[in-house]
């Protein structure tokens, strides 16, 4: 079957950095997404990595390792507002888009 | 500004009573999805459309139907819907189904309650 897992939530101080994991088992691969999702609001695109490394964007960087099927979300000087849900998804060998559930961030003052 | 739109924003049904959800593109993408959200989970793919080739998923309930009479337009029909089927749906479309980079883009969802 395929897998995508994330933790369900995470907490972290304003001013801080956050790293968000994510690995996967896909049937094949052809790129991983990170979306920011604010409550009750819909996703919007963060990040695309198709090849190994890091893919820096502002505050937001993400790294992608395909031969261990693993990608993190690294978020530099937290601010409030990035309080939010944090989706990875891959897109698999038919090019299908597979979520995962989210990670929850929190941000403390 | 281009842009996925979806109406209504908030619907409220009662058990049973069909309901209809719109969404309108105006980035001229080729590929339109539906999803349906429930708190706290990833995003659950019900249909796509490349152009006007649907793509049901095997596990989309028959409840649920699609349909797409032009580029900028799709709807979601939940013929009977039930209290499982409370959840936020949402649009989204891409440039192209596959490639290097199929970024999609999202509506702001229709977030339905079924009384």
């Known amino acids: 079957g395929q897998n995508i897992d994330q933790p369900t939530e995470m907490t972290a101080t304003e001013g801080a950095i956050v790293q968000i994991n994510c690995t996967y088992q896909t049937s094949g691969f052809n790129g991983l997404f990170w979306y920011q999702q604010h409550a009750g609001e819909a996703p919007t695109f963060l990040s695309y990595n198709v090849l190994d490394g890091l893919e820096e964007k502002g505050r937001f960087s993400s790294f992608l390792s395909r031969s261990k099927g693993y990608s993190y979300l690294l978020l530099k000087e937290l601010q409030m507002k990035d309080s939010a849900s944090y989706l990875c998804a891959v897109l698999d060998s038919n090019y299908q888009l597979i979520w995962g559930a989210g990670t929850k961030l929190i941000i403390k003052p | 500004d281009a842009m996925v739109i979806q109406n209504p924003r908030y619907q409220v049904t009662q058990f049973g009573k069909p309901v209809t959800l719109s969404c309108s593109q105006t980035l001229n993408h080729n590929v339109m999805y539906w999803y349906q959200q429930k708190s706290s989970q990833a995003p659950k793919l019900l249909f796509h459309y490349y152009d006007k080739d649907f793509n049901n998923e095997a596990d989309t309930p028959d409840n649920f139907q699609s349909r797409r009479p032009n580029t900028s337009f799709c709807f979601l029909d939940i013929r009977s819907p039930g209290l499982g089927d409370a959840a936020m749906y949402l649009c989204?479309?891409?440039?192209?189904?596959?490639?290097?980079?199929?970024?999609?883009?999202f509506g702001p969802g229709t977030r339905l309650t079924v009384l």
């Open positions: 989204a479309t891409s440039r192209v189904a596959g490639g290097e980079y199929d970024e999609q883009f």
